[in-house]
């Protein structure tokens, strides 16, 4: 039979954070570690109860509870500040001579490290604690790295898209390539005329049939605007159902009406999906460049085209117009 | 190789040769970029061509810039991160030298896809070790000279050190332990890392 200062002496190696009461609930000996956390405070003879604040099993009260609770986890924190909150199990001393309490951090053992200065001589070396502490380190740097990674992945995507030029749903240019390819054609001399189609009863696809309906509509849209134009000719999505074409090397009005007559015609033919056949048509509004004086300036060209492409929608849609000058006058006089 | 290799190698050359020779060593290895990702994962081509490189710019011979790149993933201050988790590895050099047995698991622990090839410590005396170093990695016995030498005066001890050579494919380092307790050494609190 082994003394309960033997036993003391055992348990400070094995297990430093170590209480041993005896049956009156009084501390007889602390661990090592377990004394470093209250340096000032004679453990010897004090109430266990007094000390800690067991949170469960709350139906303990007293010492005779607390040694029921044997081989249970227990939780429980100190009474004064830092309130460290501690695991704990008990095992009963034989003959009632008291219980012997193991405590180890649980999860708060990051903070503990810091408010008490814990060094690796504070846990067993059996402890898992160290190679924790290591782990949260570890993950915490490459999880560091990893955020940075992606902070700058994206940085890069966002730079990415604001550099794109081609509209991801229907692969056609999108209108930041149109007004680039415009300034282009400008500053190159080069006669050429400005489209601008947009899409009549589009609304109404969308609105009936859904979304995937419309983008269907508007793929479509865009096969018949590639196919009917040429290779070196530019068509962009400028707007949800708004296209813009721009025709190099073109001074003839009645190509261009021939074109836009065509594109309409074709988008006019149904288009099956899921069951239904949507239908739309467009209207079109054109400007020639070598109808302006120069400079040429794009955003005057641009709205030419668009003031055109009002006036074949109030002329009752699915038709194109042409620019003249004072159309603007005659479209506000119109209303 | 690892981007966190890669980019530890860039770290060095550019904290120590400054940002200029980093660039020239990247124009010079013709690999299109000029950072590496810690992140990401590199070919052993890319990161060769890069070492070839550096051995150019800096002039000087390789195992020697990657014991200094040893030393300073111990020392600096950028990579403080690096030498903490070295140091959980044991309360004195002995214990430390002990853990390195555990290293490439330690590292995959960290980083999954990092692989470190294996690393084995036998005591030949009291106070003297070979450590062989598998290869793998090339140069890692050079960085592993450097991160030895800087860890004993981490901890304070006057160590000395000897590449004895190669042993099949492995690299050995010959470990000297001849006083502890030599220097003062550099603290090491275990709850100093923020979280």
Known sequence: MISLQDLSAIADGLCPMHALVDASGRLQSVGPTLRKLRPDLDWEGKRFFRIFDLSRPRSARSIEDLIQTAGAKLHLQFRDAPQTSLKGVLVPLPEGQGALINLSFGISVLEAVRDYDLTSADFSPTDLTIEMLYLVEAKSAAMEASRQLNLRLQGAKIAAEEQAFTDTLTGLKNRRAMDHILGRLISRGTDFAVMHIDLDFFKAVNDTLGHAAGDAVLQNVAKVMVECTRQSDTVARVGGDEFVILLENVRQPKVLEALANRLIARMEEPVPFGGHLCKISASAGTTLSIWNKHPLKAADLVHQADVALYAAKHAGRSRHCFYHSGMEEEELAGQ | ?195
């Open chain 2, 1 to 195: 190789m690892h981007g966190l290799i890669n980019r530890a190698i860039q770290a060095f050359v550019a904290s120590t040769y400054g940002e200029e020779r980093w660039v020239t060593v990247m124009d010079l290895a013709g690999l299109g970029f000029t950072e590496f990702e810690a992140m990401l994962t590199y070919t052993d081509e890319q990161s060769e061509q890069m070492l070839a490189a550096m051995e150019r710019v800096l002039e000087r011979p390789l195992p020697e810039i990657l014991e200094d790149l040893g030393t300073f993933l111990v020392s600096n201050p950028q990579v403080e991160a690096l030498r903490r988790l070295l140091r959980f590895g044991g309360v004195n050099y002995v214990e430390f030298l002990h853990s390195l047995d555990d290293l490439p698991d330690r590292a995959r622990l960290a980083v999954a896809d990092l692989h470190l090839p294996p690393l084995e410590l036998v005591e030949q005396a009291p106070g003297q070790f070979d450590l062989i170093c598998q290869p793998g990695l090339p140069g890692y016995g050079s960085v592993m000279m450097g991160v030895l030498r800087a860890m004993g005066d981490d901890y304070g001890d006057l160590v000395i050190l000897d590449h004895s050579g190669e042993k099949g494919d492995a690299e050995v380092i010959s470990i000297t332990l001849v006083e502890s307790d030599f220097a003062e050494g550099r603290a090491f609190d275990l709850g100093a890392h923020s979280l």
